[in-house]
């Protein structure tokens, strides 16, 4: 996690985030232009997202119902006033970006691995997000519409050489796709806490629901391949997330799916 000291006036802050940041050491650990987040060293420590209005409610209403479940952080304030405002609990321990993680990279595959396959066997009875596979499929299809494409992310075994070719395999087999896993959507390394090496809790939620595995899988075969620079972990996450369970064309629909973001 990359925090950068900052100074703020912190009377623009709505009244109910004011006691988080108010006499207390800012950081900020933004790392998307969508939204901008704070970390507030008070206590255990909170961090403070936010965002336009209306784009956080879904993520605190996740970030709530995978607490309940001993997945992620507590909530403990939104606000939605001019702007969105997320304020919750730091997780104990450090994201699997942390030196001490990518030093063991067949430990971290493995761990990666299979606390993925004990999420995808939560149950999800109640997760306010039943249908994400739809939104999914809604997404890549409007941004594919809307001309943004980017296929650069991605392994040359998944790439696609042009948005044309990705979005006929969508037309084609999106339909494939399952719904009957819970997902955390954004399932990298950054968004994986570990307290030394054992498992914390998942942040950046947003994108969670009940949708099908392959889009896990789909990130967590990627960011091994883009944190560690090398593509020969993917083997072995399968093997160890259970290769049974794994379905290569699912992945290339899911690949194909994420050009268009």
Not at 82 to 101: F, H, Q, R, S
Request: glycine share 8%; with cysteine.
């Amino acid at each position: 996690m990359n925090l950068k000291p900052i100074i703020t006036n912190t009377s623009d802050f709505p009244t109910q985030i004011q006691p988080f940041v108010t006499g207390v050491k800012l950081f900020d650990s933004s790392c998307s232009p969508e939204a901008q987040v704070l970390f507030a060293d008070k206590e255990q420590g909170f961090f403070i997202k936010s965002s336009v209005k209306g784009a956080l409610e879904r993520e605190a209403d996740l970030t709530r119902w995978f607490h309940g479940k001993g997945l992620s952080a507590a909530v403990i304030a939104y606000v939605s006033d001019e702007k969105d405002w997320l304020v919750t609990e730091k997780v104990p321990g450090d994201d699997c970006i942390a030196a001490k993680y990518l030093e063991q990279p067949e430990r971290l595959c493995d761990t990666l691995a299979e606390r993925l396959a004990l999420l995808h066997s939560t149950d999800f009875a109640g997760c306010p997000v039943q249908n994400r596979t739809a939104q999914y499929i809604a997404k890549a299809k409007q941004n594919y519409h809307a001309g943004i494409c980017d296929a650069s992310l991605f392994p040359d075994n998944w790439g696609y050489t042009s948005a044309e070719e990705a979005f006929s395999v969508i037309g084609k087999s999106s339909s494939l796709l399952k719904t009957d896993t819970l997902l955390h959507g954004d399932y990298c390394l950054p968004n994986i806490i570990l307290d030394n090496w054992n498992f914390s809790g998942f942040i950046d939620v947003d994108g969670g629901g009940v949708g099908d595995r392959h889009v896990d899988l789909f990130w967590g075969i990627w960011t091994l391949f883009f944190n560690l620079k090398t593509n020969q972990y993917r083997q072995r996450f399968i093997d160890c997330y259970g290769r049974d369970k794994v379905d290569e064309e699912y992945l290339r629909i899911v690949a194909a799916c994420e050009v268009f973001g």
